[in-house]
């Protein structure tokens, strides 16, 4: 018995492996999605037992996003003027990740030299959006809007909101979705 290599990176991404199988230069694709937001510090100073006390919480003031596509590079700004600004942003993001999504397609289908890349490229209508800083905790100022209003999950607990998936259907008529990674 002969033992078999250990290559993760092959055998769990289809499109380096079609490459390799088909004598094509892999490049990874460089479409993406950032986000950063921007809190203040209320002081809340309340018992919710005896022992513990809640001394603040964060409140969103702005969120800054920037978008990465072969055709665009965008920065939007959205802030606490317009008291929907968080939901805003989300559909922001939501409509240039259609945009980021045509540029995977055409990437993908140049790079791969097939019309058929739909079933190599597991990821094909799911945009990468990465946060900032304290993403990690900038998801709970963002995660009630997803669950009302959008059709999303998450990869952890709920507490931890590590990774998120938005599925673009429940706004706009389209398939195209969005997963907000934190680091």
């Not at 492996?17 to 809340?44: G, R, S």
């Not at 709920?158 to 990774?163: E, I, P, V």
């Amino acid at each position: 018995h002969e033992s078999l290599p250990y290559c993760p990176h092959i055998l769990n991404n289809p499109v380096y492996e079609y490459c390799l199988a088909h004598n094509l230069e892999f490049k990874p694709q460089q479409y993406y999605i950032t986000y950063d937001f921007e809190t203040m510090e209320q002081i809340v100073n309340k018992s919710s037992t005896t022992s513990t006390t809640i001394n603040s919480r964060l409140v969103p003031i702005s969120v800054s996003c920037c978008v990465k596509g072969k055709t665009i590079k965008l920065t939007q700004h959205f802030d606490a003027r317009d008291p929907e600004f968080i939901i805003h942003w989300i559909e922001y993001m939501l409509d240039q990740a259609e945009e980021i999504v045509k540029d995977k397609i055409k990437f993908y289908t140049d790079m791969l030299k097939t019309k058929t890349i739909g079933g190599i490229v597991r990821d094909l209508h799911t945009v990468t959006v990465f946060g900032f800083n304290s993403s990690r905790f900038d998801s709970n100022l963002f995660k009630q809007y997803f669950i009302h209003k959008c059709k999303a999950s998450s990869d952890g607990t709920s507490k931890s909101g590590r990774s998120w998936h938005v599925d673009n259907n429940s706004l706009i008529n389209d398939n195209v979705g969005i997963s907000l990674l934190s680091n």
